[in-house]
């Protein structure tokens, strides 16, 4: 049966470039170049490890995000946000409202603010649930260190950051629907992709749009005004540098050793003394003696009696006389040394005494 | 200079002479025969060391303004019987506290009670409770708190207690 037409008969097995903006694409090997800048957003202006991140922080992210994401104008005039997180503290309440507050220290209309919900749950950040247990350390950089003496590195290792969702009611409080609209609008238009970012320390933290609201007061014998309520569900998580681990890892170390000028060797000199008789050599006359040496040594004269003068020879080959006294000889281990020596007119006997010095 | 504008409401049979007066009297018997004393802990909100993002203070951060001895009638509530943990963890601690306190008082002594500020009570030759106040009664525009309908003469103020977590008093 004939293979039907449509069918891919050259299909390329050659993995293609996974990020193809990337000169080379990434190959697991070589960092993204975005993935290197985003690593660097973390540890700016700091030490080579992430900076916390704890509650406060997300909470300031949020307020942030209100502040400039969500920046609403109607007639040329911006609806202010109350930039706190307001708490239990009274007195702090007018202290954040003042600049737009009435005679009667009421906030003035439009507003909007943002109140957290107390209780923070575990996070449902899908890349960081329950994925790691016990808190364990992990490797996060290795950073070069020197301290005059040793170079190395040290490993800096930190735990999988604590997911945490936090709940944020942002209301609006207004007393004109166009502003109600305009407000709306920004927020979903900025929420159309089911989420947005606001950037904490150096990392995007996500949050979703959970749920819009109505409280209005539309009574009839009350004051009326509009409220809505916006809530927001950040999914952060905690980084808390309390559990930052940093452990030398290898470290090289230069040792430089100074010494005193002066052959140590000296003292372990080892010295012989051979000493050539010549007892019955009449005066005047010329005598020799050999000895064949097993060992390295420096032959150099030290005393004689009733020599006139004395030639050395090496396997018959002359190497010093008399006229160079002083000078060592050296013999190697197997030479045959003669000694030869004119006898002075004494009758008494003639000898020669040389030292030997092992070379080593 | 802000407008003035006068009263002319019930001119037929009572002024501001008469405003004046009976005013008076009441405060020489509040001030001078009852003499309920307590002491006003406004906080400078200017000075006070806040956080960036709650703007709260701890106990030590808080910054005060020179303490104000004031009189005024004072109404305290039943102790609260509560706890923290459904039953567990017993609490009891002094009721609401809702003193009444004449504008003029106030103007006197140049201070102004605002929500948030601390007062205290002294309770005995010992204790002083403290209280904060959850509402400074500065909206004064009901009947109850006017001479007949002339003009607003005090404010009632509602303080509730705290505990030393909040304020640490004298």
Partial sequence: MALPKKNKKNIN?????????????????????????????????????????????????????????????VSGKKIPVIDRILTLQRWGEFSKTWSFSDKDRNVSLPFVVVVRKPDVQPGSNPALQYTIPDRKQFHYAKVPTWDGNRKGYDVYKIPQPVPVDVIYDVKIVCNRMRELNQFNKIVLQKFTSRQAYTFVKGHYIPMILSSVGDESVVDTEERRYYQQNYQFQLQGFLIDEEEFEVTPAVSRVVTLIGGENRNSKVNDTITTKTTFHFDSLPPGTFGTKTKQYTTKVDLTLMRSSNVDSYDIYINGVWVNDSQNTGIPVMINPNDNVKVEIVKETSLEPAWILFQETVVR | MAKKIPITRISKFFGSEDFSLEQDIGMEWLHGDMHFTMVLFRVDKKLSDVDDVYGESGVEEIRYHPPVEFNAQVEIADPQNKSYASGLVNQMEPGNMTINVYIKHLEELGVDISYGDYIGYPENETTIRYYVVTNDGRVTSDMKHSMGGYKAFYRTILCSFVNENEFKGI
Avoid: C, W
């Fill in chain 1, 13 to 73: 097995i050659t993995p293609s470039q996974v990020q193809g903006h990337y000169p080379y694409g990434y190959n697991g090997i070589v960092t993204p170049n975005r993935r290197e800048e985003i690593s660097d957003l973390i540890s700016e202006h700091g030490t080579m490890l992430p900076k916390s991140v704890l509650h406060a922080d997300l909470d300031r992210g949020m307020l942030d995000f209100v502040q400039k994401d969500l920046r609403t104008s």
